[in-house]
């Protein structure tokens, strides 16, 4: 078989974001990487909730199921179960998966079943006309917060860490360099692959991932870590960061002065609170918002305990039969002639 | 599928009792939750079904894990019915209650028949428990059981001095006392008691200490019987055998039954089942019993909540296995959102409701059939979804091969009803025969062609979609909530599609009707001056009090309905056949609110809303209103 | 709560029209979502209103935020019946159609009636706009467009002309051009522009050039018709000012006025409006507008789902509040659970459903009426909650003061239902006298005295009981889902008492059914040969059509139902009337089902889901089929 | 008014837990907590979901509402915003809090809501009788899960910090000493107070804590910690904490050797990072179970945002109408005579 395209991948419905939305470019990174990885359109089903981000199931030309409210990784937990040989992804946004779906998130991550979440934050609701939501800053007017919103908005990617998530990763819509490879790694890890996407919403939220994404400016406001490299970040690739003193802290230093590259910490993906605190970085001046993967480490994934016990062949009808027959009769039985 | 209603009928082949007075007893088993009462009863139960006899039994339990002892509302009782005639009820008032304490006494004299055997336990009616229990007096001194034939026997003490020599501890000694009684209660029924004695040994196979303590305790009650010289009053009961159909028998209780019969059904289908659910009363035994079933390659999650559930489950389905789920009011209340998203991409879904009383937490541990309304109207939309309700604990299992056979035939999701009362009540059942007859298999086609491939086009019989199963090559496609164009299946916005795919909807049911057996007289004639027109666990007090009342010579007969929603299409002439017609219900009045909608006639219901099955005086009552005691 | 329904009644007083040519004029204006079609279509009615002619609009947008400029999909339409006499819908076919650019006019010219008026910007007919709107020739060319009297303008271009000088952008120059038209539709209809002139001034008060260059396109597509030479054919619309009854009026769409209605009525009781809720299409707006009531006192929460919102709800009526919660269909079957919880422990409750289009996700933006069924029943357990629906954009305002009435004398949860057509479309609105009449105060007592307090005791006559609020000394008391002892309130497990409760809650909905206003006719007499029996926005259409066939002299009747559950007592006798019921009804029967059961009678429905109110001539037709042409 | 006794806060329905249940001890620590606190019955109210653990409030003589599965959040929500003087106190379990509840318990805990959340963490779920809940160790049997559960524990403290929980904390149902002050603490947060409670369910999961509590060795397996203290613990106070040398760990070091109490780390509960690797302590041989405040950070409690903005004094009808007609008048309005 010849390997598909990112073409191959695109199904024959007009996408319907509006122009300029953000959404798309994560598309084709999610095209792009399933034809570069030869994923197969039958082996690939795509799950998604309700809102803007997830249409992207009508707009691949896998499998996909665009299903109801913040419920998409049930679904694609019970299709998983039921066949492991599914490449499955969810995908969702900051109110489906958040707000409305913040459980499933939680048990999914929990479990650590074997499928994608690709979560897009844009930090507002679109579908339904930009009401803020649990990702969004505190402060923000929106048709029900005209005075502003009163709640702390919800990091994501701390959330997925809390929630016993096992490979947390955050990237830029449009920058498809990290983005590409962190969806290639995110379907590789077996386990859940928790990605939040920084996606921008033209017409409700425009403009507030600007500062990460300018090229000029936006290397002195982004981080991009990778397992076993330190931690520089800057347009001039001359800022970095330490371990605070006290331990569990982080703190933003510029290099030189004697301080070098080597004296920076280096990313270890394996432990789970260094990621907590690189997660939570960027709320405060100076801070980076750091991008790749935080967090990754391979234990108990769920669908195959889930599924040991069952008959190693598949049993045909008959031999369930006998075995139903067989189950009922271990109670005690008696004959009436 | 008119064969499996058959199954039923066949029952029918038992006789009524014109003597009840010798063709069955009713037993009551009552003492504290921590008293082993459950076991104990259902050891009875066994040992009756073994020896031929039809059984009906009926488990009342507090709502409580472990109530305080001593309590009223911490009695735990178990109510049986033993006959050689048909039974079905676990019977209006008892023959005999055996209390283990002062609070049983209290809460079920009320329910024993003037001049019934009533057994205590002495030795539990201290002081301190006669008041626990609310008796001002010793109950024994004042004579308010003088109506009775009263056999006090001190039980505890019994049962420790039996174990006295066998080395185990007081405290342990004295948990064997339901084992003694077990004993006296064979004896009192002339039962041998081998079939408990080998079922102990298999039980306490790692403690071998405690399964001789227990078949101490479960001879020395047997033998007690023989040697004590009890009063003359006290005389044993003799009930034969009842003829059952020959075959090969077991007990089962509801929940068991429903969840082999869909593993059963999904093997005839040839599918893999899946079931998703989240733990309930009185729907958990579904979860535990599927779980046992992995080895058979029944695969079964228990999901964070009912919707995850009900989710993974429309996505086991979506990926190629039956997808089913399970959960009871409240839970199923949780799952109406994702059964609209089951209907709109008419996947098979089954899922079960065993009911408990409401609203809201209501009653979680007593029964009730009030989710009807929510089954056949419970949803945003016009949401079509057909309604099977089984009548007892066999049935569960019959019922859910058919739910199976229709989910996969028409595509679509399915409610069965069930309740607690069949969910948790053993009854004798007679084995099927997998494969054949009745359980021949229906394998299921899903699609492969990717010629012509239209995910949302309809067989125009059946008006099913095809199963397009992930994996398959070719037949990629999307599908989802939002209105799809009929054919290609893409998001259509379009009235005039809307107003298509709503009428294939609710065709897919006028299509399910068309396949369904007719409706038949449960018992009775084809018409008459009355029908009682019943569903669900209702069947076993309507079918006893209607077949009394034919024996009388009454022109009363019984119309049982499996199939709610679609109605049996030939259900209205049949019933025209009736001057009038009457729904007893265990709730207040939906199925005859649902047939006054349907029929176009009056349907009075009479309705009970008590946590218990109707009792059969309260058939037979609406009866004699009708047509004159 | 009789004179509340006169408000409608009062618009009876409106002539029907006899002569349609001349009384009202149907016009649609159509363009991309981009060209601000819905402020210019929302502008004129505003305009229309001001001048004192009745209004009926249907602002009909594609499902998108944005969708792709220039396809059929992403066309948006803003459709308005002005008249002199009572119109109330929005036209089956339009007189005059504005089209902006291709697709518009591919969607739309199907429904201008022959010989109507077509204006088109003709700057917008571009090769390749053709092409994406599927022309696969130039309409204007090929005849297509013959049969009607076609105005083509180069409105894009007179615009960018019309503001050269002012230094606005070509771009905010082209956005301008939707001022233009309505300018120029300004003067087609006769009407001055200096309403929408102070408005504009008032919106952009910020941004001066923006108001300025509207404010001179505005000017420019008014004076264009003034000053360009138009074809003989083109004639101006006088349509003179409707008889309103007299008072204040303005315009308000159906859920501006259920929030104001709701705040309105928790003030007439003495109670804060705690109003949570979570987004959903088209509910959203009900929280917006609530959100803006805050320095009237109201409370808003956007909770994380629909569960959390009617909890939030249920928590505040605990604590004293009137909480209200609202949704649409699916966000509705979330929170079915909790209703439970709300008619168990007795709370006032206000929950709204803006329907919309089922089953699941269903058509989100585009009207429907099929959620009755899961108000009525859709819940598990004998669950009762009453329902009322609202017939029109004001209507929604009376219909919000009634349900806060009925959910706190008695005690209980209320759906009320509107739909997404009333609940976006805007109608003129006479405004209401607060505090007199029709909205006189109705307070609330809490309890206050510990003296012989039993939170489950229940009024006789209203079946209400106790409303005590923590915080209030004395008065602790437990209350939850669990069933509950009748007067203390305990949990209770006893049978005799579930029974007891489950008549009580049977019965507070009796209670309300006996204070409820006789059913009236809305038109034609109080017997005949047909009543069309309509509920919620369908009103519309069945009266037009009734009240011109009334006028033809047929024996119809319209009866409109505001409240659907319990249903008036006196319906049963009104319609016996009536040779015959038809209930048309924008879902697929599910009013005539309810009717069928409760009238024991056949009542035929007739179903129109195409995400549309009906068409008058739908109606006509159902009463010439049974009356006769 | 004089003080109310413990007495006065208990109704007088007969407790119906399990002969031995731990939620008794935790029953009787609340009510001592607002009896000594000077609380009054008329302004306290519990609210619970269902469960074992939530039948407390019928055993409370406060305001009480025993509500729906996992839901308890959101009626104190509702009930605390419409009335800010009740002291809201919400009663839940590991299944009603974590399982179906996680979600609103994500969201009380992210607004910061100013009340109670006491959740008892008996690792199953009770009520339905026994099946593993989100908490149970890997490998738990129970009646869903013969074959030993295959999902990971949840860890409660780890997820209310992930969830953005300002005020977390552990304790043990029968340890009054440690949980009474903790509870009290709770009650004085502005904010929700998240009192994660370790419950022995004697019918299901008997002793699961019995080696924490364990009054000869528990102290070598439990750390109780104490803002500004050492972090020393054991049997003979000779075991301690310090962070790792890489940051973001922690290790248990033994006292001696030329190590003392100074050199341990000291308790920072406003430290998030500490407090999460707090909270996952335990799983690990030798790893102390931490109890007592892990994290107390007193930012935006939501309720005072929530409501900025209603009118200073309560309006009365009239105003309220006049307001209302006013707002109607926003709109343009003409006259028809
Ligand atoms: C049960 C239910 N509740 C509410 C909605 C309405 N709704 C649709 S999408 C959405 C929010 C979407 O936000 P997000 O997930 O951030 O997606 P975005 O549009 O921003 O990509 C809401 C509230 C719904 N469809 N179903
Ligand atoms: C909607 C709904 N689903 C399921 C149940 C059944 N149920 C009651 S309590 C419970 C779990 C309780 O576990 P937990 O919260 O840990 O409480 P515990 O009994 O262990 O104290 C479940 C599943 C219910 N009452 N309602
Ligand atoms: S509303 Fe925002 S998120 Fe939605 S499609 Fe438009 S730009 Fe994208
Ligand atoms: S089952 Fe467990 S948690 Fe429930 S009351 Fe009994 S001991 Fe307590
Ligand atoms: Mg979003
Ligand atoms: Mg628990």
């Known amino acids: ?337 | 599928m008119h064969e499996t209603s058959q199954e039923a009928t066949a029952l029918a082949d038992l006789p009524v009792s014109q003597t009840p007075e010798v063709d069955f007893v009713r037993i009551r088993i009552a003492g504290d939750s921590g008293d082993g009462i459950q076991l104990t009863g259902s050891r009875l139960a066994e040992s009756a079904a073994r020896f031929g006899n039809d059984i009906a039994t009926f488990p009342d339990f507090p709502a409580d894990i472990r109530a305080p002892s001593g309590t009223i509302y911490g009695v735990s009782a178990y109510s049986l019915n033993i006959g050689e005639t048909e039974v079905l009820t676990f019977g209006d008032v008892s023959d005999a209650l055996v209390a283990l304490n002062p609070a049983a006494l209290k809460k079920y004299i009320g329910e024993l028949k003037i001049g019934g055997l009533l057994i205590i336990d002495s030795s539990s009616f201290t002081e301190r428990a006669l008041e626990k229990a609310g008796y001002a007096a010793d109950p024994r001194a004042d004579g308010t059981l003088s109506d009775f034939r009263l056999l006090p026997i001190d039980i505890t003490e019994l049962t420790t001095a039996a174990l006295r020599e066998s080395g185990v501890s007081t405290k342990d000694a004295k948990r064997c006392k339901n084992m003694w009684t077990l004993g006296l209660i064979h004896w009192l029924f002339e039962r041998e008691i081998d079939g408990v004695e080998s079922w102990l040994k298999d039980k306490f196979a790692n403690k071998p200490e405690i399964a001789e303590a227990n078949l101490l305790a479960l001879r020395a009650g047997h033998m007690y019987g023989e040697v004590a010289e009890l009063p003359a009053e006290i005389s044993r009961y003799h009930i034969a055998p009842a003829p059952l159909r020959s075959g090969e028998y077991r007990t089962i209780n509801g929940n068991e039954a429903m969840a082999y019969g869909l593993y059963a059904g999904a093997t005839l289908a040839d599918l893999d089942a899946f079931y998703g659910s989240y733990p309930i009363t009185p729907a958990s035994p579904l979860l535990h019993t599927f779980a046992k079933l992995k080895e058979l390659g029944a695969l079964s999650f228990q999901a964070e909540d009912e919707i995850a559930a009900i989710g993974s489950a429309i996505g086991a389905s979506y990926a190629g296995h039956l997808g089913i789920t399970g959960s009871s009011g409240p839970g199923i209340a949780l799952k109406t959102e994702a059964l609209g998203l089951a209907v709109a991409t008419e996947l098979p879904l089954i899922v079960v409701n065993v009911q408990r009383g409401g609203p809201s937490t209501g009653l979680p541990t007593k029964t009730e059939q009030s989710d009807l309304f929510q089954a056949v109207f419970g949803r945003n939309g016009d949401t079509p979804i057909p309604v099977i309700a089984a009548s007892h604990p066999g049935d569960c299992f019959d019922v859910a091969v058919e739910a199976v056979k229709i989910a996969t035939k028409h595509m679509t999701p399915i409610f069965i009803l069930s309740d607690g009362y069949i969910a948790n009540a053993a009854a004798p059942w007679r084995l099927p025969d997998l494969g054949e007859g009745d359980y021949a298999p229906f394998p299921v086609t899903k699609a492969t062609d990717p010629d012509g491939f239209l995910p949302f086009k309809h067989d125009p019989e059946t008006l099913a979609r095809p199963w397009a199963v992930p994996g398959t090559p070719g037949l990629m496609h999307r599908i989802g909530g939002l209105e799809r164009e009929e054919g290609r299946g893409n998001i259509s916005y379009d009235g005039d599609n809307h107003q298509r795919m709503t009428e294939i909807r609710a065709a897919k049911l006028d299509a399910i009707a068309r396949d369904l057996p007719p409706q038949t007289v449960d018992s009775g004639g084809t018409s008459g001056k009355l029908a009682l027109v019943g569903w669900g666990s209702s069947w076993g007090p309507i079918r006893v009090a209607t077949r009394r009342a034919i024996l009388k010579g009454k022109p009363v007969s019984h119309v049982h309905l499996r199939h709610i929603w679609p109605l049996p299409p030939n259900l209205k002439a049949l019933l025209e056949g009736f001057d009038e017609i009457v729904v007893p219900e265990m709730n207040n009045g939906q199925l005859a609110t649902l047939l006054r909608a349907e029929l176009g006639r009056p349907v009075p219901g009479v309705s009970c809303v008590k946590g218990r099955p109707f009792l059969v005086r309260e058939i037979t009552d609406i009866i004699n209103d009708v047509i004159g005691g």
């Open chain 1, 1 to 337: 078989m010849t390997k598909l395209t990112v073409k191959d991948f695109a199904s024959d419905l007009d996408v319907r974001w509006c122009p300029g939305c953000g959404d798309y470019a994560v598309l084709k990174a999610l095209q792009k990487t399933l034809a570069d990885g030869g994923s197969t359109l039958e082996d690939t089903l795509v799950v998604s909730g309700i809102g803007c981000s997830s249409r992207l199931p009508y707009y691949m030309a896998t499998y996909g199921f665009h299903s109801i409210h913040g419920r998409a990784p049930t679904l694609a937990t019970g299709a998983k179960l039921a066949n492991p040989d599914l490449d499955v992804w969810v995908v969702t946004g900051d109110g489906d998966g958040l707000s409305i779906g913040g459980n499933h998130l939680l048990h999914v991550l929990r479990r650590n079943v074997d499928l994608q979440v690709v979560l897009f934050n844009n930090q507002i609701y679109g579908l339904t006309k930009g009401q803020f939501s649990p990702t969004s800053k505190q402060g923000t007017k929106s048709p029900s917060s005209p005075g502003g919103s009163v709640e702390t908005g919800l990091n994501p990617c701390v959330y997925a860490l809390g929630a016993g998530g096992q490979f947390v990763a955050r990237c830029i819509d449009t920058q498809a360099k990290v983005l590409q490879p962190v969806l290639e790694a995110a379907q590789a890890f077996k386990g859940t692959g928790f990605v939040e996407v920084l996606q921008n919403c033209v017409i409700y939220n425009d403009g507030i991932f600007d500062g990460l994404k300018d090229k000029k400016t936006g290397p002195d406001h982004t981080l991009h870590v990778e397992h076993g490299k330190p931690m520089v970040f800057g347009v001039n690739r001359d800022k970095g960061l330490r371990v605070a003193k006290s331990g569990f802290g982080l703190e933003v230093v510029t290099l030189g002065d004697g301080l070098k590259e080597e004296d920076l910490l280096v990313h270890d993906e394996k432990n789970v609170h260094l990621a907590q605190a690189l997660a939570a970085l960027g709320e405060n001046d100076g801070e980076p918002v750091v991008i790749g993967v935080l967090y990754r480490h391979g234990k108990h994934e769920f669908v195959e305990g889930a599924r040991h016990g069952l008959p190693k062949t598949p049993l045909s009808r008959d031999e369930k039969l006998n075995r139903l027959n067989a189950t009922l009769r271990t109670a005690e039985t008696w004959r009436v002639e």
